[in-house]
């Protein structure tokens, strides 16, 4: 159990255009999931954290006019690299939280598989 | 000076031996500590979990918090091929599911 997917697993495409990467809690529901970026040999970045039915808190320096997410239901969240450049070139990794209790320590937190983003 | 620091590698031992992971981190409000594992062009996979300071077992792994030193462990006993990974440690103030501070990950190589 807790699976989360992510699609596309890689995309290439042109600089200026948008694209959206999608995550999805297969077997549970989850009411916050998070994305990350990772460049090469460095760590994960939490870029924002998306609440189904509200709008996502972005992280300080994330440009939310340019990374757009949508948590429209319980099992789906999105994010649009919109006007794509070459800098926006990494690894996109969502999260999503199960919880497994009423409290905060019994939340956890289960990753996909990861998305590559390559713009020429 | 960033929050988590975790020591690169390459680190590269033989099958069967004692592996030592470690990082340090500077906010002493953080309280839930985690490893997790990382295959190349994957995403992570907890390995470990741990609330405040002690040990934890599981298996071949054990993970120990000193919250005085601010000092975390990954130790693997026993050390197998399939164990070369990318290690991250990882760190939150109120739970596995809040907002995780990762390090930058130890490549980790086991020779068979």
């Known amino acids: 159990g807790a699976v989360v997917s992510q699609h596309p697993s890689r995309v290439i495409c042109k600089s200026g255009t948008s694209v959206k990467i999608e995550c999805r809690s297969l077997?549970?529901?989850?009411?916050?999931m998070f994305w990350y970026r990772q460049f090469p040999k460095q760590s994960l970045m939490l870029m924002a954290t998306?609440?189904?039915?509200?709008?996502?808190?972005?992280e300080q320096g994330v440009e939310k006019d340019k990374f757009l997410i949508n948590h429209a239901s319980l099992t789906l969240s999105t994010l649009t690299v919109t006007s794509a450049h070459p800098e926006d070139s990494s690894f996109y990794i969502c999260?999503?939280?199960?919880?497994?209790?009423?409290?905060?320590?019994?939340?956890?937190?289960?990753f996909g598989p990861g998305t590559r983003l390559t713009v020429t | 000076q960033k929050e988590v620091e975790q020591d690169p590698g390459p680190l590269s031992v033989p099958e069967g031996a004692i592996v030592s992971l470690n990082c340090t981190y500077s906010?002493?409000?953080?309280?839930?500590f985690m490893w997790y594992r990382q295959y190349s062009r994957k995403g992570p996979e907890l390995l470990m979990y741990?609330?405040?300071?002690g040990n934890k077992e599981d298996g071949r792994f054990t993970a120990q918090v000193d919250k005085s030193s601010k000092y975390i462990s990954l130790f693997i006993r026993d050390s197998q091929p399939s164990d070369s990974a990318t290690y991250l440690c990882?760190?939150?103030?109120?739970?596995?599911?809040?907002?995780?501070?990762f390090g930058s990950g130890t490549r980790l190589s086991i020779r068979p």
């Open positions: 990882a760190m939150s103030l109120y739970s596995s599911a809040s907002k995780i501070i």
């Open positions: 077997d549970f529901q989850a009411t916050t």
């Open positions: 906010n002493s409000a953080f309280q839930y």
């Open positions: 741990t609330y405040s300071s």
């Open positions: 998306s609440n189904e039915g509200s709008k996502a808190t972005y």
């Open positions: 999260s999503a939280r199960l919880d497994r209790g009423p409290f905060q320590d019994s939340y956890e937190q289960y």
